[in-house]
């Protein structure tokens, strides 16, 4: 999975917040292109077409890829390199393995680990849990302007933010705490 690209530019002076300025890869979604879904607060894994499970995870510069790391992505501006790595080995793999009893049907592509042991379970479902992206939550009223965006965002603090889903593989995101930082910094 490729780093998605958040919807508005970050500060450079500040990586925490958002300008106004639209970052070039995601114009399509204020064109009014694409679906926006929930974003799920988790850890991303992957079910690849072998059946073989992977984990999301970032080496950073100077740091050793653990064994049997893919990698997908470089970032030019942080060094981190973006890639999978075999789930059994992850930091997450007992959760992943209760999450995973409980999944009806194993399809390939991509879902977010979600749960208790999980970034302190934002989601607040008890339980581990795979959420497949390709099911999400759809929104049908979430604005395409930055001030209705923030607004909007902000009046949702129960979803970790929307990512818009283009149909030709495109995606965007942009997170409830971009809108909290924003309001902090007016």
Same mark, same amino acid.
């Given at each position: 999975?490729?780093?998605i690209?958040?919807?508005?530019r970050?500060?450079?002076?500040d990586?925490?917040?958002?300008?106004?300025?639209?970052?070039?890869?995601?114009q399509?979604?204020l064109?009014?292109?694409?679906?926006?879904?929930r974003?799920y607060?988790?850890?991303?894994?992957?079910?690849d077409?072998?059946?073989?499970?992977?984990?999301?995870?970032e080496v950073?510069?100077g740091k050793s890829?653990?064994?049997g790391?893919e990698?997908?992505?470089?970032?030019?501006?942080?060094?981190?390199t973006?890639?999978?790595?075999?789930v059994?080995?992850?930091?997450?793999?007992k959760?992943?393995?209760?999450?995973?009893?409980?999944?009806?049907?194993?399809?390939?592509?991509?879902y977010?680990?979600?749960?208790?042991?999980v970034?302190?379970?934002?989601?607040?479902?008890?339980v581990?849990?795979l959420?497949?992206? #390709?099911?999400? =939550?759809?929104? $049908?009223? !979430?604005?395409?302007d930055f +001030? *209705?965006? %923030?607004?909007w /965002?902000? #009046?949702?603090? =129960?979803?970790? $933010?929307? !990512?818009w889903?283009?149909r +030709? *593989?495109? %995606?965007a995101? /942009?997170?409830h705490r971009?809108?909290?930082?924003?309001?902090?910094?007016s």
């Amino acid at each position: 999975m490729r780093k998605i690209p958040t919807l508005f530019r970050r500060d450079p002076e500040d990586l925490r917040r958002v300008t106004r300025e639209v970052h070039p890869a995601c114009q399509w979604v204020l064109d009014g292109q694409g679906v926006p879904t929930r974003k799920y607060d988790g850890t991303c894994v992957r079910l690849d077409e072998s059946g073989e499970w992977w984990a999301r995870r970032e080496v950073k510069p100077g740091k050793s890829a653990p064994a049997g790391f893919e990698a997908v992505q470089t970032d030019p501006e942080t060094g981190k390199t973006v890639g999978w790595e075999p789930v059994a080995q992850s930091a997450f793999a007992k959760f992943f393995d209760e999450a995973r009893d409980g999944l009806v049907g194993e399809v390939p592509g991509t879902y977010e680990l979600c749960g208790p042991k999980v970034n302190g379970d934002p989601e607040q479902l008890g339980v581990h849990r795979l959420v497949r992206h #390709a099911t999400a =939550e759809e929104f $049908g009223d !979430v604005p395409r302007d930055f +001030d *209705g965006l %923030m607004t909007w /965002l902000l #009046a949702h603090p =129960e979803f970790e $933010g929307v !990512v818009w889903h283009h149909r +030709d *593989g495109r %995606m965007a995101k /942009l997170k409830h705490r971009d809108a909290a930082a924003v309001t902090t910094a007016s």
